[in-house]
Structures are given as C-alpha cells and as structure tokens.
C-alpha cells in the first residue's frame, strides 16, 4: 500500500515494487485432491469442477424476485436445483458460474415465466426439499445431470425459444 504524498518517507529515491526472489526448483503437484495428466475424476456423485463455484449462490439470490412459482414450491428449493444445473453449465466452460448458466437453469425448468401445468407436475417432486442440500445431494446431481448437454451450450434466449415450443425437449425428453 502507497504511502500518501504528504507523508513524509524515510526511503530515498523512487518507491517502486519489487518481487521476492525466484524460488529455487520447480512446482510440484503434491497435494492431497491434486489432478496432473488426466481429465478430472466423472462419475457418480462426484459433481462438475470449475473454479469459484460457490459465487453461484450469490447470483442465485439476484433471480429470487424473477421467479414464478406455482402452490407448494419454495425459492431456496428452486434456487438450489438451479446452482446445480449452473455450476454444471459453467464446468462445461471451465469457467466460474454467471448470471446466464442460472438464467438457462430456471428457465429449463419454466420458474422465469408461468409453466405449462405438465411441466409443474414433473419439477415439483423433484425439487421438493433442495434446500436441504445435505440430505438431498444426490437429487441436486439428478436434476444437474437431466439437462443435457446440448441445452446446456445453448444462450439463453435459445433455450427460452426452445421451451416456448415445447418443454419436454430441451430436457431430452
């Protein structure tokens, strides 16, 4: 941190950075949890890695005032469900989560505008309870892994195109 001009200093001549020494050897991947010459782990329960995943729950708050909910459904249900399919589409980019990957959940879903009654009847079991993440993990991972992959590459005013049309497809159905 810079020293204010009126300040008086001690130190002659211009301030300028300086960076520490180099140190001597190479860097190594010795960690617990490090992954060097292969693909990240996949599999059951394992989840999708990206760098500051847990930024998704800040966003997440931005859309609890956008979300249209039908009887019996709860915003931090919803809103869990939906960081789970955003972290998911974020992987896919190997980047940390924004707005649009949570923006793309929701409306998959139809929680950004009034859904078809069909549609209702098939979310509601499975988001029921989300928010409870610590006992419904692997419902979390579920509904992650029921958007394909294909809509998950898809914009977002794509995906809402598509749902228009017809809300089975863009979750494979």
């Given amino acids: 941190m810079s020293a204010p001009r009126h300040f008086p200093s001690r130190i002659d001549g211009p301030k300028a950075y300086v960076s ?6 190479s860097w190594l991947a010795n960690r617990p949890g490090e992954v060097v010459g292969g693909p990240q782990p996949s599999g059951p329960a394992v989840g999708n890695q990206g760098p500051d995943q847990g930024y998704v729950h800040k966003l997440a ?6 979300l249209v909910l039908s009887e019996g ?12 399919v ?7 980019y190997g980047r940390a989560p924004v707005a649009d990957d949570l923006r793309v959940a929701l409306t998959v879903f139809g929680y950004l505008s009034e ?4 549609l209702v009847d098939f979310r509601r ?3 029921e309870e989300l928010h409870h993440l610590t006992f419904h993990y692997s419902t979390a991972r579920q509904i992650a892994d ?10 977002p005013p794509a995906v809402a195109a598509v ?4 809300w089975r497809v863009p979750l494979g159905l």
């Fill in 20 to 25: 520490a020494p180099r140190r001597a050897g």
């Fill in 61 to 66: 708050r931005r859309f609890e005032d956008e």
């Fill in 73 to 84: 459904e709860r915003a931090a249900d919803v809103l869990e469900g939906a960081c789970a």
């Fill in 86 to 92: 955003g972290l998911r589409r974020a992987s896919l």
């Fill in 115 to 118: 859904a078809a009654a069909e």
């Fill in 125 to 127: 079991p499975l988001f």
């Fill in 146 to 155: 029921l958007v394909p992959e294909a809509t998950l590459r898809m914009d």
């Fill in 163 to 166: 749902c228009a049309d017809d």
